[in-house]
């Protein structure tokens, strides 16, 4: 009934890397960690003036773990698309579509975490029964096994199951119920599948990241020593790089960097374009790893994906 891995599901993992021509993915991505890091700077604002009432900096954290929520959503939406092979939503109607079902995935991930609380509670309880004279340390010898076994498999299956196939099962238009039900027939019959293809996808997510972080720090230098030598910029390399890793100018006397070009328009420019690449490094590997995502929920699937309401 379940079929095992062949190089056809392999090949399905690999195609994950056209994900840096999504266009739409890309942009929808990229407005979202814009977005997202507005609102938490200006969270961590509200903070940073010690005022007795914190309210609008938990406003704006919230408002930002929001947007960050529905917009990886809005981007899945998008790589489903293109994972299944289907023309590209708009970004738009993507949106409009994660604010319609993005819910289920937190739902089935609620509902998942709740079985394993409940798991956990009964381990508690046996535990607390080692106490008991007479069958206390047989019991015990019983549950050291079981306890290390069930405690690994479920932290297995939260790192390589549900975490990453969740929101795939959403995206291609699965309900809660079936959702959870997918989750646990992998978890009986094919978790070490899943953790086979998803090891493969964090693989290439991170020579991704490692390429990516290569073209930082030698570009970035590059560009730092040809700006000083050639256009004259009177700022010092360590300061032009900082927007490459996500300084800002708030930030650089904190760093422990001098400061003495700080209020100069070429700093500014420095950081500002510094921090545009900057964003984009990291939204490359994270468009390969959604994509990825999808990729593995589909080469899971036995039959097709069927249509489902709210």
Not at 91 to 104: E, K, N, T, Y
Not at 106 to 135: D, E, K, T, Y
Not at 238 to 263: D, E, I, V, W
Not at 297 to 303: K, P, V
Request: with cysteine; charged share 10%.
């Amino acid at each position: 009934m379940h079929r095992k891995l062949t190089l056809q599901s392999l090949s399905r993992v690999f195609a994950s890397l056209d994900a840096v021509r999504n266009g739409p993915a890309l942009y929808a991505l990229l407005a979202t960690f814009c977005f997202a890091g507005l609102l938490l700077a200006m969270a961590e604002a509200e903070a940073d003036l010690a005022r007795a009432d914190q309210l609008w900096g938990g406003i704006w954290g919230v408002c930002s773990v929001l947007v960050a929520f529905y917009g990886v959503n809005t981007t899945g939406l998008i790589l489903m698309d293109q994972a299944q092979g289907r023309p590209l939503r708009d970004v738009q109607d993507a949106f409009f579509d994660a604010l319609r079902c993005a819910h289920r995935g937190a739902l089935s991930v609620l509902a998942l975490l709740l079985m394993a609380a409940l798991l956990l509670a009964l381990l508690l309880g046996l535990l607390w029964a080692v106490r008991l004279p007479r069958i206390g340390t047989a019991l015990f010898a019983l549950l050291v096994p079981l306890g290390v076994l069930m405690l690994g498999g479920m932290a297995l299956a939260g790192a390589v199951l549900v975490g990453p196939l969740t929101g795939p099962s959403i995206w291609a238009g699965q309900t809660t119920r079936t959702t959870i039900r997918m989750m646990l027939s992998h978890m009986r019959y094919r978790l070490l599948d899943v953790a086979a293809l998803m090891g493969t996808v964090l693989a290439l997510t991170a020579v991704m990241s490692a390429a990516v972080s290569l073209v930082l720090m030698a570009g970035g230098r590059a560009m730092a020593l040809l700006s000083i030598w050639v256009a004259g910029v009177d700022v010092p390399p360590q300061q032009l790089m900082a927007g490459l890793f996500g300084y800002g100018l708030r930030s650089l006397g904190a760093s422990g960097l001098p400061a003495t070009a700080s209020a100069t328009g070429q700093l500014t420019a420095a950081l500002i374009g510094g921090g545009a690449v900057f964003a984009l490094a990291l939204v490359l590997p994270t468009l390969l790893y959604l994509r990825g995502c999808c990729a593995v929920y589909l080469a899971l699937q036995d039959t097709p994906v069927e249509d489902a309401t709210l």
